[in-house]
């Protein structure tokens, strides 16, 4: 794949919902009778064979980054389930708890149930995401 042409900003408003899938019943994908979701994103560095993003999501939805990068035509490095459009791609062997596709949660906020005050936990990239000068 080439070069992502992604706007330096932009946002995904696509519904996540349930659809059928053969091993498990159902799994979550991109669905106009979903539930809708809302994901803000920007990017942070390009290269010729990766592009790092951040992306906020306001709506809690199951694999809503995985799902909203791949509706966009942008499926996350490494992703076996999810393709163009936000839905499976292969139903025979991609599962959504498979690993292998690159994402990682650098930051949670969210306010504590009993004092309403905004809790935020930060995790530092792994080594290999790192944004690199030579990338």
Known sequence: MGPCDLPEKFECHQAIGKIPYPQLGYIYAASSHGKPAQSYGRILARSPEKTWLEVEIRTGRPHQIRIHLASLGYPLLGDRLYGPG???????????????????????????????????????LPPDLELKSDS
């Open 86 to 124: 936000g839905v499976p791609i292969n139903c025979r062997t991609a599962r959504p708890s498979d690993s292998g596709y690159t994402l990682h949660s650098y930051q949670l906020a969210f306010l504590h149930p009993g004092t309403h005050e905004t809790i935020t936990l930060t995790a530092p």
